[in-house]
């Protein structure tokens, strides 16, 4: 089942089932008016939504409409919960040698995670906003879940059980404002502003035998406008995998049902798969040449972020954002946003 | 005026408006169902509700009821965004001296924040979950502010104009997580458990001249048991005041409605009106007698956290929790979370 939030001038938009081709999506309606409702009463209204699935597919589906991924926001257009992991431990070991730093041994064993914000997620084609071009504008392609309630203490065992649904995440990143950041010991803040996910998000089984239950094993493809950037697998070299990361967060406290846990940037061993963000080639190229070469994104780059499955369709539909500069506020513009 | 969030079986509770004695309250009903909703609809909710308010001090308000803190849920049983800072800057260097490390002097000018989550949020007289003895659990007394939809790079001038409610905070810690966690680099996570909140949000006209739009000139009152642990002023040494922080985690992204912003632990340099957490107080005894006396929280032991107006009525009601033990779930208790 592929589930969609549609763009109908409320923050959370309309829950949508999309077919299995992306081609068509209908309406869930009052029985499950959002993704985050859907999740709240996942056990009671996941039966319906896989009934209005499979009416969908045989072309059954009462009011279902064209899919069209440009009317699509965020699967979760503000989420309570976005924890973002360094599950592929190569990435992370590439980018400290770059700077001179090494890998404490703990990395392998001990899942390093930043505690993100999703309050504001940007839709699969919305722009990104690029408010100074000195800010290091970088994507970086993930995988993602989403869960629902998982009580505090949960093993990994048992975490799996509450991984309801997957999809692609766009983390974007302000790398320049990186190191000063850090540096004060607290963390990411203003280095990560939104984040964009896919144009679905789909229950496991719609992965076949490339989902194990732990890893999504199918590459990952990242696009720069009309350049190949990278096509790591998701499943190799993630040291983590999402039962692990859900255990992990769920250690001293619960999480509540639409929770996202991400995988941050696929990334493998291989270096011809090419790189799933712009940092890890520059890092690359630090560690051959001594210096980076590939520039940060520009105004009006395009970024595409994809997987598709072995019969090569695309599963999640893609992320494809242009970057887009953007001007702070001049005045108040509060009644902006305010939807009435 | 005073807003709650009332038990009802729900995640998000019912809204309700309390009167400024905190003895009663009255149901919204459906023009205001959820606090999160109010803030979502904020200009065309907000004259309802101060009517509402106003007919409730009249003894005019339909299906009003006594107001029992106990009923109340946190006033956002699940924000989407709850980022806490450092502000009061002579805390973060007391405890560094503590451990034998200075403080840098940009952290004077350049706000410290954390990015936390608030997507299970512990009501006013909620027990504080204590899952291991051996975590160090703390608590922590802070103000906080509730803002509604705040555009990137919104000015401290403008930011001002979205603070719309204030509360106050018990940000409980687990202290023996922190450092392994810091030491990773990434920041918090595990080590910031659930954090609980007052059983009413208010308005700042609600604070008078104790509100200068940007601090709150009023002592923040902190018991451990029997014993009154701090009363330290949440206007006296906050380096930095609500505008500056609610700027500065809007300079890269907006915040959605119902955002909260926190102050950090109130602190004041005179230790004469002691701290408003342990980790203060273990700070100053390791600097006056070369280690730390306070032992942190037990099980059973009780923590309240409440600020008096200064005709000593309380202004939010009393965070008052107790340390309850809790096991680690022994099955897979999903449906335990499930709401239908």
């Known amino acids: 089942?592929?589930?969609?939030?549609?763009?109908?001038?409320?923050?959370?938009?309309?829950?949508?089932?999309?077919?299995?081709?992306?081609?068509?999506?209908?309406?869930?309606?009052?029985?499950?008016p959002t993704l985050q409702y859907a999740l709240d009463h996942w056990t009671r209204v996941e039966p319906e939504l896989r009934d209005l699935a499979r009416r969908l597919e045989e072309g059954r589906a009462e009011g279902a409409e064209p899919f069209d991924p440009a009317a699509a926001m965020a699967p979760l257009p503000r989420a309570?919960?976005?924890?973002?992991?360094?599950?592929?431990?190569?990435?992370?070991?590439?980018?400290?040698?770059?700077?001179?730093?090494?890998?404490?041994?703990?990395?392998?064993?001990?899942?390093?995670?930043?505690?993100?914000?999703?309050?504001?997620?940007?839709?699969?084609?919305?722009?990104?906003?690029?408010?100074?071009?000195?800010?290091?504008?970088?994507f970086e392609g993930e995988v993602a879940a989403i869960v629902d309630d998982v009580p505090a203490g949960t093993d990994e065992q048992a975490a799996?059980?509450?991984?309801?649904?997957?999809?692609?995440?766009?983390?974007?990143?302000?790398?320049?404002?990186?190191?000063?950041e850090l540096a004060k010991g607290f963390g990411f803040f203003q280095s990560?502003?939104?984040?964009?996910?896919?144009?679905?998000?789909?229950?496991?089984?719609?992965l076949g035998d490339a989902w194990d239950g732990d890893r999504i094993h199918l590459p990952l493809l990242v696009r720069r406008g009309a350049e190949p950037f990278g096509r790591?697998?998701?499943?190799?070299?993630?040291?983590?995998?999402?039962r692990r990361m859900v255990a992990h967060v769920a250690?001293?406290?619960?999480?509540?049902?639409?929770?996202?846990i991400g995988s941050g940037t696929v990334s493998n061993a291989d270096r011809g798969v090419?790189?799933?963000?712009?940092?890890?080639?520059?890092?690359?190229?630090?560690?051959?040449?001594?210096?980076?070469?590939?520039?940060?994104?520009?105004a009006g780059e395009r970024v595409r972020i994809e997987m598709l499955d072995r019969e090569?369709?695309?599963?999640?539909?893609a992320i494809d954002q242009v970057v887009t500069p953007v001007r702070p506020p001049q005045a108040d513009p509060r009644s902006d946003r305010q939807s009435d």
């Open 232 to 242: 790591p697998n998701a499943g190799r070299d993630m040291v983590f995998g999402f």
């Open 274 to 298: 090419g790189s799933a963000c712009i940092a890890e080639r520059r890092a690359r190229e630090m560690v051959e040449h001594g210096a980076p070469r590939t520039p940060f994104l520009a």
């Open 312 to 317: 090569g369709r695309s599963v999640f539909g």
């Open 1 to 32: 089942m592929k589930l969609a939030s549609l763009k109908d001038g409320t923050r959370d938009g309309a829950l949508a089932v999309v077919s299995r081709g992306l081609d068509r999506a209908v309406r869930a309606g009052p029985a499950a």
């Open 80 to 138: 309570y919960q976005w924890a973002d992991f360094s599950s592929y431990v190569t990435h992370v070991e590439l980018v400290r040698r770059a700077r001179g730093a090494t890998l404490p041994d703990s990395f392998w064993n001990d899942p390093l995670v930043y505690q993100g914000a999703g309050d504001c997620n940007l839709g699969p084609t919305d722009p990104i906003p690029m408010m100074d071009p000195g800010w290091g504008l970088d």
């Open 160 to 180: 799996g059980r509450h991984i309801r649904l997957l999809m692609l995440v766009n983390d974007v990143t302000l790398r320049d404002l990186v190191p000063g």
């Open 251 to 260: 250690r001293t406290r619960p999480l509540a049902a639409g929770a996202i």
């Open 192 to 206: 990560k502003p939104q984040t964009a996910f896919s144009p679905v998000a789909v229950t496991p089984d719609e």
